[in-house]
């Protein structure tokens, strides 16, 4: 994945809970993973507001968050366009929306008939499964809102970084023009050369 300004993703227009999707699928970056350890995992969680400070997070937590992380790029990877030609491997995994869809009966979700208005919410509390029922919870969201088309990933198959399209039309493909759109016109113009 290129290097960029975070603001590349998401910024103050778009919705927290959008946000906070697009944050979680950009934790894993081509510099490393930034919930790969109990306490990255932790820190991220918490300056999320999605757990308290003091919750304990085993081993094998950041591995299933991971997994959930991947699972939430393939579906953002379904409201785009089909990737470009790139001699570079794709950055989705191939079996991380069954893999998702699977750990989604783990996640149990609740209706909240006491807020207003009624919200999905986690049906355990103080753990990671929490927080990542609360994810869950926040696609619901962007769903009813009319915002989860928005919510994208990068055309360029060794990027697949996270963004929320602000276009009138939705039609933002590129996590960034003057990263990967440009690398991809790069290429085009290269094959259009090569079969002169």
């Known amino acids: 994945m290129p290097a960029r300004a975070e603001t590349t993703a ?3 227009r778009t ?18 993973d930034a919930i790969g350890t109990p306490h990255q995992l932790a820190t991220w969680l918490h300056d999320h507001e999605l757990l308290p400070r ?7 937590e950041p591995d299933r968050a991971a997994r ?5 790029r393939a579906m953002l990877a379904q409201n785009n366009a089909d990737p470009v030609s790139s001699p570079r491997p794709d950055g989705l995994d191939p079996t991380a929306h069954a893999e998702l869809s699977a750990m989604t009966a ?14 999905l919410v986690p049906a355990t509390h103080g753990s990671v499964d929490t927080a990542l029922a609360t994810l869950l919870a926040d696609i619901a969201t962007a769903v009813a809102a009319g915002t989860w088309s928005r919510l994208k990933t990068c055309r360029e198959p060794s990027c697949r970084w996270a963004f929320y399209d602000h276009s009138r039309n939705r ?8 990263v990967c759109g440009n690398r991809v016109k790069v290429r085009a113009s290269h094959r259009r050369n090569s079969a002169r």
């Open 171 to 178: 039609g933002r493909t590129w996590c960034s023009m003057n």
């Open 54 to 60: 003091n919750t304990a997070v085993t081993a094998h």
């Open 15 to 32: 919705p927290a809970a959008m946000r906070r999707l697009v944050e979680f699928v950009n934790t894993r970056r081509a510099d490393g």
């Open 68 to 72: 959930v992380r991947e699972g939430l």
């Open 106 to 119: 783990e996640l149990p979700l609740t209706l909240d008939v006491t807020s207003t208005p009624p919200t």
């Open 10 to 12: 998401a910024d103050d």
